[in-house]
Nanobody
Framework: QVRLVESGGGLVQAGGSMRLSCATS????????IGWFRQAPGKEREFVAA????????YYADSVKGRFTISKDNAKNTLFLQMNSLRPEDTAVYYC??????????????????WGQGTQVTVSS
């Protein structure tokens, strides 16, 4: 059974940092695209960052490029998102997600079919 469990969310002041973790089980971790999405109140879920299973290429949304870093620990089947220079507009529920095995990377919700329950990140101004 596939499980993705996010942790590390909370409240932080603008300009601060936060690190999210996503513990996974039941995935072919090294053969699936894995990534982070977020959803703010009243908005659609949007792509944040992802790792392509081919060559571990990294992809970022323009809004977080240079501030967020996605990484993974294959030995622990865990995904991370280091978030620096946080802004109030980064406030959202953050979800980790995984694609089907051996899939091409799509930086959109439709490209991922396994989801965690989400963790709230709130950035105060």
């Amino acid at each position: 059974q596939v499980r993705l469990v996010e942790s590390g969310g909370g409240l932080v002041q603008a300009g601060g940092s936060m690190r999210l973790s996503c513990a996974t089980s039941g995935l072919a971790f090294s053969r699936q695209n894995i990534g982070w999405f977020r959803q703010a109140p009243g908005k659609e879920r949007e792509f944040v960052a992802a790792i392509h299973w081919i060559g571990d290429q990294l992809y970022y949304a323009d809004s977080v490029k240079g501030r967020f870093t996605i990484s993974k620990d294959n030995a622990k089947n865990t995904l991370f998102l280091q978030m620096n220079s946080l802004r109030p507009e980064d406030t959202a529920v953050y979800y980790c997600a995984a694609s089907r095995p051996l899939a091409g990377l799509q930086t959109a919700v439709v490209g991922f079919n396994n989801w965690g329950q989400g963790t709230q990140v709130t950035v105060s101004s």
